[in-house]
């Protein structure tokens, strides 16, 4: 994201929305009271300390924070056209959370699984160990795992351990 300013705006995170998330305007107008809710939650879940010693990486967990929120909460307007090709038909946001398995139940991460061929394990880190239900479902799409690799760069004091 080149040219990032160092402070989020309303106006940058839809910026943002449209280009690196590619949300279509015919979908998300630019009016949309989710654009306005989902910036505003992130504005006020990212500690803004990481704003003094890593300004552009604050504003990039902005929005990436609000673009998971985004994809969480926003809903299709009523007789939306449905994403081409997905069986059953799905609308935008619909489908995203269906591809991202945004409404299956995580109760933690994976620590080993195997069967009769194979048996695999990975190590836990020991920040999953303590990740809300809210980072569980962050884990799910690829801008709240933006979200909290920032998040967790800076240390337990910024909002994951």
């Known amino acids: 994201m080149a040219g990032l300013d160092t402070t989020p705006t309303r106006a940058g995170y839809l910026v943002f929305v449209r280009t690196m998330m590619g949300v279509p305007v015919d979908v998300l107008p630019d009016n949309s ?6 910036y505003e939650i992130a504005l006020e879940i990212v500690n803004v300390g990481l704003k003094t010693i890593a ?3 604050y504003t990039r967990a902005v929005y990436n924070l609000g ?14 056209a449905p ?14 959370r ?7 139940f995580v109760s933690g991460v994976i620590q080993s699984a195997g ?16 990740f809300t239900l809210a980072n569980l479902q962050q884990l799910k799409d690829p801008y709240g795992r933006a979200y909290l690799s920032i998040a967790q760069s800076y240390g337990d004091v910024w909002g994951v351990s």
């Open 98 to 104: 269906s591809k991202f398995n945004m409404n299956g």
């Open 33 to 38: 009271d989710y654009v306005d809710v989902s």
């Open 67 to 80: 673009g998971s929120t985004l994809l969480n909460i926003a809903q299709d307007a009523g007789g939306a």
């Open 115 to 130: 069967d009769e061929g194979t048996n695999e394990s990975m190590v836990v880190q020991e920040a999953a160990k303590n």
């Open 55 to 57: 300004p552009r990486e």
């Open 83 to 96: 994403i081409a090709g997905t069986q059953p038909p799905l609308a935008y946001f619909a489908y995203a």
